[in-house]
């Protein structure tokens, strides 16, 4: 694989700030440590501008080329936040914080950004100007469109923005992306049933809540498997059921609640349509009263086709053509970088982390061997998009 050479040398160097960042995660946008290591580094690299306070604790760099005469702007983009997981993968530099840890890689993106950012300021071999953004709380916290929301696109001139995402299972030296659709748009919802509570030797004279909410456990699941055409794509996981507190009462009230995932906005709009549906006429029929509270999330994140094949042709440059899969199929999990590629044209790719646990786990750990190709990645891709 043609790594660059220069990365390469401080493959170490990089590998240890992802470890360090590894032991001290944070959370959402609580990240002031790992956002404060950011912007010294950069600073130390002798970028022409670092601004910390975007989206609340966002940093932007630039990097100008050495030459800088035909004004285009290219954003590279990487996610610092952790989540609230307790670690167990016993590693030497496993998290210092109980109940945090970095279990999407995140770590390893930002320190793939910031050894990039280190090698293109050292070179700027390139016509144009290289944005480097280090986003807040991706997990849940819609960092993307705070940064976004902030004046970041408008503020640099930022023509087109590009993502990378680690991938447990895709072989180190892999790359997959694919134009339209790539990740799901993630909803979430919360359901509350009141029925009437008693005692649970007179279930007659009850209207016993979690019948309903057992009811409504199976419906929902029809809103796939009987509402949407079985050839799009959808999830609707309940993932909470809660009631009840004593073996001899029934409860008055159940709570459910979970997620839905689609990849298409009519989709999307059924989803909602059919759950409200079913929530009500399932309360009724039993006598009991449920209020559905549906929540949109992320969008859709839906890449640019034009943005989408550069993206692959330098993937291809850095590990070789048979390494890249330009058509994959999408996923449905959720990512903000969706609200930046709704602001500007991009793409967003997956590169492969090796047989790894899965991301979200207690065991997960990103692969320090993927770092040279990530680092050659958007470097490579600055180089290409605006040649000197």
Known sequence: MPIINRIAEYHEDIAAWRRDLHSHPEILYEVHRTAASVADKLRGFGLDEVVTGIGQTGVVGVI??????????????ADMDALPIHETTGKPYASTIDGRMHACGHDGHTAMLLGAAQYLAETRNFDGTA???FQPAEEGGAGGKAMVD??????WNIQEVYGMHNMPGLPVGAFATCPGPITAATDEFTIEITGSGGHAAIPHETVD???VASGLVQALQTIVSRSIDP????????TEFHAGNAHNIIAQTALLGGTVRTLKPEIRDLAEERMHGLVASIATAHGATAVLDYVRKYPVTRNHPAETAVAALVAADIVGASHVTADAPPIMGGEDFSYMLE??????VFIGNGDSAGLHNADYDFNDEIIPIGCSYWARLVENIMPA
Not at 64 to 77: H, K, M
Not at 343 to 348: H, K, M, T
């Open 131 to 133: 944005i480097v953004i």
């Open 231 to 238: 050839v799009e794509s959808a999830v609707v996981s309940v």
């Open 64 to 77: 100008r080329g050495r030459a800088n005469g035909n004004g285009r702007v290219v954003g590279l983009r």
């Open 209 to 211: 809540p979690i019948i």
């Open 150 to 155: 902030d004046g970041m696109m408008e503020r």
């Open 343 to 348: 602001a500007r044209p991009g793409a967003f």
